[in-house]
């Protein structure tokens, strides 16, 4: 018999891929967690009945949420993760070369430990000496933290669950005093063609507390339209100054110098719903 993981990405519109094995389903203490063997995909980490990531395309995510914002700053010495438990964030934060440490505040240590054991390339960063694990609420861990980090990038699933507060204008001023005086921070803010009232209120929310606020595209082919959409917000390094010389030579798979220039260039549907926010 087959089997099929089907997703409602809306109240109209559902996402099917062929499962060959479902390697691991629970229901923690947040959500319910699951990991897949898709034949399309790889291995798939599913919470709440959405993807969060797979193995096939989960470097165009994640090496846009890290790399972006780190080279933006000249110096991401001390950098925050919030969420992010399946590890893939921080295995590209650690590789940085300027990252001299990073915490990542997770509020489900079972995501961590699932992700551990079924999905090796995303979570081989977090056994790195740099990175310290934290399980708590990333929404208080903010609050305790003031003046600390240079960069603080919010690897958050929808804003459903435990993950709403990261949306939300008083979660975002957490975030910027936890910033230093010259720090900067980037969020997943969705989908531009199924969430544009949400990355409007973001944006309109960053604007009162940042000087600096850009969103940036990536494209996650199992997320809900494809394209996907960073928010950046800093209080004083512009993404857009930065010089193809100030890009280590890592080893990328899809950022470089020309896509980080280039992720900042907007449609135009998506540069009037940034006007009228
Ligand atoms: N890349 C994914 C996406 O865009 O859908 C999200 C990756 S990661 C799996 C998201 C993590 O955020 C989850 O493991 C979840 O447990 C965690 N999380 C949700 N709310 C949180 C909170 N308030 N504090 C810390 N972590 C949280």
């Given at each position: 018999m087959e089997l099929w993981y089907t997703e409602n990405q809306n109240d109209d519109l559902r996402f099917s891929c062929r499962v060959t094995r479902t390697l691991h389903v629970e229901k923690t203490p947040f959500q319910h967690l699951a990991v897949l063997e898709t034949p399309c995909f790889g291995r798939?980490?599913?919470?709440?009945?959405?993807?969060?990531?797979?193995?096939?395309?989960?470097?165009?995510?994640?090496?846009?949420?890290?790399?972006?914002p780190l080279n933006t700053h000249p110096r991401?010495?001390?950098?925050?993760?919030?969420?992010?438990?399946?590890?893939?964030?921080?295995?590209e934060v650690v590789r940085h070369p300027?990252?001299?440490?990073?915490?990542?505040?997770?509020?489900?240590?079972?995501?961590?430990?699932?992700?551990?054991?079924?999905?090796?390339?995303?979570?081989?960063?977090?056994?790195?000496?740099?990175?310290?694990?934290?399980?708590?609420?990333g929404i208080e861990y903010v609050t305790k933290h003031p003046g600390e980090y240079?960069?603080?990038?919010?690897?958050?699933?929808?804003?459903?669950?435990?993950?709403?507060?990261?949306?939300?204008?008083?979660?975002y001023e957490g975030v910027a005093a936890a910033l230093k005086e010259d720090g900067l921070f980037v969020a997943q803010t969705e989908s531009p063609l199924f969430n544009a009232d949400l990355i409007a209120e973001i944006y309109r929310n960053l604007?009162?507390?940042?000087?600096?606020?850009r969103l940036y595209l990536t494209y996650v082919p199992t997320y809900p339209g494809g394209m996907w959409s960073f928010t950046l917000a800093s209080k004083k390094y512009d993404p857009l100054?930065?010089?193809?010389?100030?890009?280590?030579?890592?080893?990328?798979?899809?950022?470089?110098?020309?896509?980080?220039?280039?992720?900042?260039?907007?449609?135009?549907?998506?540069?009037e719903i940034l006007r009228r926010a």
């Open positions: 798939v980490l599913v919470l709440d009945g959405i993807v969060q990531t797979t193995v096939w395309d989960e470097f165009m995510y994640h090496e846009m949420i890290a790399h972006v991401p010495e001390k950098v925050l993760i919030i969420g992010g438990g399946d590890g893939g964030t921080a295995r300027k990252v001299k440490s990073a915490v990542m505040v997770e509020i489900d240590e079972r995501v961590i430990a699932v992700s551990r054991q079924y999905l090796p390339e995303l979570s081989q960063g977090l056994d790195d000496p740099k990175l310290e694990l934290r399980i708590e609420d240079d960069v603080i990038l919010i690897d958050s699933p929808d804003p459903i669950g435990p993950a709403k507060g990261l949306f939300g204008r008083q979660f604007r009162e507390i940042f000087p600096i606020v100054e930065v010089k193809p010389e100030d890009i280590p030579p890592l080893s990328y798979r899809y950022y470089n110098a020309e896509i980080h220039r280039a992720a900042f260039a907007l449609p135009q549907f998506l540069q």
